[in-house]
Each structure stands twice: as structure tokens, then as C-alpha cells.
């Protein structure tokens, strides 16, 4: 499993009927959404000179016209439900051209390397 997977089956589960995608909404979007984005992936622990565990994190980008603060609060708590660390969580701006309120919630997990 890797961290797109992982975070598109929790949120799916946690933000009922909020559309999810990955890198960039490719149609339309409806009035409040989710994008996610890979940010980084890196060895962070060795044993004898030989990664175990692979780091990786992600940006849960949250979308709305309305109050980002419920969705907010939600995806949070689902995120560190599920054993991710919360690494960063800012409110971008207003996208004045869209009407869009833009939250980035950057979350990271370790896996281990798969033989």
C-alpha cells in the first residue's frame, strides 16, 4: 500500500459524499472538494546501511465555497485516527478568481519496504 491509496480509502470513508482526486480535479468541481497530492518520499530509517521503512507524505488540499472548518475538522480527525502524522496545516487563501477557500492539511506514514 502506499500513501495515496491509504489516504483515498480513509477519506472516502470519513468526508461521506465530498469528491476526492488525485493531483488535480479534472472535471467541473462541484462546491466543496478534495485534492491530493504527493509531496515527498524518502528513506528516513536505516538498519546496516539498508532502508526498511519508506516516508511518505502527502497534501490533502480541501476545496470549498462555504466554511472549510467542518471538512477540516473531519479529515483531521480521520487522518490521525488512521496512524498518520500530521506534519502541517495552513489555510492557503481565498482563490479570489473561483471562490474557493483553500486548506492544505499535509499528513505522512511510514511503510515498510516491501521485499
Do not use: Q
Not at 6 to 35: H, M, N, Q, R, Y
Not at 40 to 67: C, L, M, Q
Request: hydrophobic share 35%; aromatic share 10%; proline share 3%.
Amino acid at each position: 500500500m502506499n500513501i495515496l491509496e491509504e489516504l483515498t480509502g480513509v477519506l472516502s470513508c470519513a468526508t461521506d459524499s465530498v469528491t476526492l482526486e488525485t493531483g488535480k480535479f479534472s472535471v467541473k468541481p462541484p462546491d466543496e472538494f478534495i485534492v491530493l497530492v504527493p509531496l515527498s518520499d524518502s528513506f528516513g530509517y536505516h538498519a546496516d546501511d539498508t532502508p526498511h521503512w519508506n516516508i511518505e507524505e502527502a497534501r490533502v488540499s480541501i476545496y470549498t465555497k462555504g466554511s472549510y472548518l467542518a471538512l477540516k475538522n473531519k479529515v483531521v480527525k480521520a487522518l490521525i485516527n488512521a496512524g498518520f502524522t500530521i506534519t502541517d496545516r495552513r489555510y492557503i487563501g481565498l482563490e479570489t478568481d473561483t471562490g474557493y477557500h483553500h486548506y492544505a492539511v499535509d499528513a505522512e506514514k511510514n511503510y515498510e519496504l516491501e521485499e
